[in-house]
């Protein structure tokens, strides 16, 4: 693993020129401000290789899992579609999983409606401490539970508390195969590395190597998928280009990675809509900044820590990558083409698990115990110095991103105003 | 509640109005249609909606389909003298009037609109039957009504309150009578009792000051005006027309012309091929008019300009939903003034996209479209329609492996002598935004090869839009049309050679005032000629277009 190069984001806020934003905006050209080209991207896919059926096995889901523990009978009693419900309440009776509406109004399931204590108010974010003290109060075991469901629902499972529930870690496999989509992080082969789909060794993406087994994963790899489906369309990222001199050859670019606060619309084609503008979310620690090269048109990033907002569906989740470095080509149609390369924090892939819960888990056919458990145990990046542990596993991001503009919301205008001071 | 109204009154009101109506009397497309002076003009859709919110608030809903407008030479404003109302027609005024009196007795707008609740026998039911008719008769149709029109009303609405055992009903019924009376769908002029011969009396004055400023009818404050014989009189007339312009209310006077002007309406059925314009949508249409008429009015109302300037201005309306289009970052959610700077391919409403792609085809440019839709809208010029039999497949093979642009793919379509005489008129023109594709979205090159946009204008070379607008700018064919327009939205009728001087003399004022719209309008409506009755024509005019109609049904 290698930390060489790696700029503290304070530091690279010094380094942000003037570009884009809303003190230019208002008066650009046509094609926008000069040496300056942005992006929206229309979905980030982890991304692995290799094909299923022939070099790896399948890891199961939940519900195949707890099936698989059942008597004979009773297995093929509830192994039919129609029988989904009546699976779903079995397990979770079995395991004691939990589930708590904050507010008045249920999602159609098992969920009760919490007592609150009474320093929550409804229709506001309880605090750590708050949801500690709501699953207390609502007979939660001691210290167990977490927000889910855009923060409105409390749950107990497998994919708040796995570590509860290793039984539906049975069956689990991590991705065998050789070879993968990705980028050598470290500089070093190692002997779990993988080799790219170009022969080039030392490829780490563990992170596929913890989900690579599962169905979803290996279709939400599949190319023609993510050209079809956009992904967190409702808080995009964007990318950000400037300082650009010559789009095919430029040694010096500065980037920004971002989060934008509109959404993504298709076209009248079911594109992306190109050439839109976004404004930025408020949080600045969405702003990434990082300095790049372009080498006959395909960009490569310095190093950054990033952090972005993924949020689909019931996934509300802040994603952060360390050392991450972004490999894309700017292609003749004006889109931009690649990969975002680094090490996902374990911390915010906990977090995305947790966002994603048991329902979401089971209706995709993963498990959020065994993919916890693989991550633990896979993560290969920023090892804490006091624990001894890794704190971030390698991956690999491929994405898409047509043109867009990036307006800075006075949030930013006042940093950059401060930072070019 | 369940309204009843006789379509016998309605015909019966229409007969007693002596109303002439001429059933598509209309000639469009052919030269200087001679559309017969007339005393009375159908409400256009836009401002039969203004008059509704104006009198029953904004909050009434206005549902149902309309007559369609007429656009004669060009404007809906003088198609609205020639045009009366269809049977079927008729059945939508009376279901979109039945849709806004069923609103205006519910809860919570009965009490500002009817003010006293009688009950179905009670006594007192004429006397709020009157007021409610009397008040509300103003301001439908425009004056007061005579004493006889109001006990009409009044018996109506007790006869049929009586059948229906409930006064509402009965008033309701009598205003859905008021909302399909051709008092209240067409501007009649009245003449003046007293005063100059050939004049009209102070409510109709009040009426055509009111829709050429306002497009709609005239407030309580010009009413009042009306009736003191303040409007018969040049300062009180000239006090009216300086608080009209003043009020921000001019600035929809405005927006209404330019959109019949500029014939941005047509963009309501305006579609694109997705595949080819994927940014294109029905919002970006709708937000492509609102952009070119917001953009007229923050420089002629809002900052008083010379009108010539919107050919060159650089100071675009513009909102998120047209970013793509323009390929400009937008900053500001709403509507604001983007300005384009200096050198960028962008200039002038020539280069907007509500013109650019409402004078196009679904899936490519034309200039030939957008060259005669120019000459005809903003030059005023007249360009004929193709003969049946042209051969257009040269013209539309985009794919053309040798033709590439469509300045080459039409010099090609030129080899036809035929053709080529009227091409020469509108290519010019149109190639010159050929920089612009069928959505208005900027390019430099089609299948890879430079759009050359250089071009002649009245014998002066141009290269792009921005030198074309400015030619556009200096030339006095423009101003000439844009004051020949207004004086015909005005007037609800074409020039005819008695009106030559007039026209003359607002063509030297619009130049001496520096080509203030607003100064324009002021003059035309302080020109006692604006408030005469239609002049006697021969009637040999009438009956040479009468003719034509019938020729034209029957064959």
Known sequence: ?421 | MKLRMSRMALAAAAGAAGLSILLSSALPGKPNAVIPQSSVRRLTEAQYRNVIADVFGSGVEVVGRFEPDLRVDGLTAVGSSAVSITPGGLEQYDAIARHIVAQLFAPENRAKVVGCAPGATDPDGARCAADVVTRIGLRLFRRPLALGEVRAGVAQTLNSAGKLGNFDGGLAATLVGMLTSPNFLFRIDTPARSGPAGTIDGYSKATRLSFLLWNTSPDDTLLAAAASGALDKPEGLRAQVDRMIASPRFADGARAFFDDFLQLSDIDHLSKDALIYPAFSTSVAAAAREQTLRTITDLLIDHKGDYRDLFTTRRFAMTRALGPIYDIPVAKPGWSIYEFPAGDPRAGILAQASLLALHAHPGRTSPTLRGKAIRETLLCQKIPSPPANVNFAVVQDVNNPTLKTTRQRLEAHLDDEECASCHKATDGIGLGLEQFDGAGQFRRTEHDMPIDVTGKFDKAPFDGVANLGQLFHDSPKVSACLVSTVWRYGNGRNIQAEDQPVIDDLNRGFAANGYRFMDLVRTIALDPGFYALPRARPAGAITTASATISKRSAS
């Open chain 1, 1 to 421: 693993m290698g930390k060489a190069g790696l700029y503290p984001i304070a530091a690279l806020a010094m380094l942000v020129l003037p570009i884009g934003g809303a003190g230019l905006a208002a008066d650009a050209p046509t094609g926008g401000p000069p040496g300056t080209r942005a992006f929206v991207v229309n979905g980030l896919f982890f991304s692995g290789g290799g094909d299923p059926n022939s070099d790896s096995a399948q890891s199961p889901g939940s519900y195949d899992v707890y099936l698989s523990m059942l008597p004979p009978a009773e297995r093929a009693a509830l192994s039919s579609p129609g029988k989904r419900g009546e699976l779903k309440k079995r397990m979770w009776d079995h395991f004691g999983f939990r589930r708590l509406s904050l507010w008045p109004g249920d999602f159609g399931g098992r969920a009760q409606v919490a007592k609150l204590p009474p320093d929550v108010k409804l229709h506001q974010k309880p605090t750590p401490e708050q949801v500690r003290a709501i699953a207390a109060l609502n007979g939660f075991p001691k210290d167990r539970g977490s927000l889910a469901y855009q923060d409105q629902t409390i749950t107990y499972s497998g994919c708040t508390n796995p570590y509860d529930f290793p039984d539906l870690a049975k069956g689990y496999v991590p991705y065998q195969g050789k070879i993968s989509y990705g980028m050598n992080l470290d500089g070093k082969v190692g002997p779990h590395d993988f080799t790219g789909p170009d022969g080039k060794r030392g490829i780490d993406n563990q992170l596929w190597r913890a989900i690579g087994s599962y169905k979803q994963s290996q279709e939400m790899n599949d190319p023609a998928v993510q050209e079809k489906v956009m992904l967190s369309a409702r808080a995009p990222m964007l990318i950000e280009v400037s300082g650009i001199d010559d789009p095919r050859n430029d040694p010096d670019v500065t980037v920004r990675v971002l989060t934008g606060a509109d959404p993504l619309v298709r076209d009248g084609s079911g594109k992306p809509l190109a050439r839109a503008s976004f404004t930025l979310d408020p949080d600045p620690s969405l702003v990434n900044v990082t300095h790049g090269h372009i080498v006959n048109g395909e960009l490569t990033t310095d190093p950054v820590d990033i952090r972005f907002v993924f949020r689909e569906q019931i996934i509300d989740n802040i994603r952060t990558v360390r050392g991450a470095v972004i490999k894309a080509t700017f292609k003749p149609d004006g889109s931009l083409d690649g990969g975002l390369f680094g090490y996902t924090t374990l911390a915010s892939y906990y977090d995305m698990i947790e966002h994603m819960t048991q329902d979401g888990a089971d209706n995709v056919g993963m498990s959020c115990v065994a993919i916890r458990l693989a991550i633990d145990k896979f993560a290969d990046g920023f090892r804490d110095p006091r624990t001894g542990r890794f704190t971030a596993i390698s991956s690999a991001m491929k994405f898409r991103a047509v043109p867009a503009f990036v307006i800075d919301s006075p949030v930013q205008t006042a940093s950059r105003a401060e930072s070019a001071q």
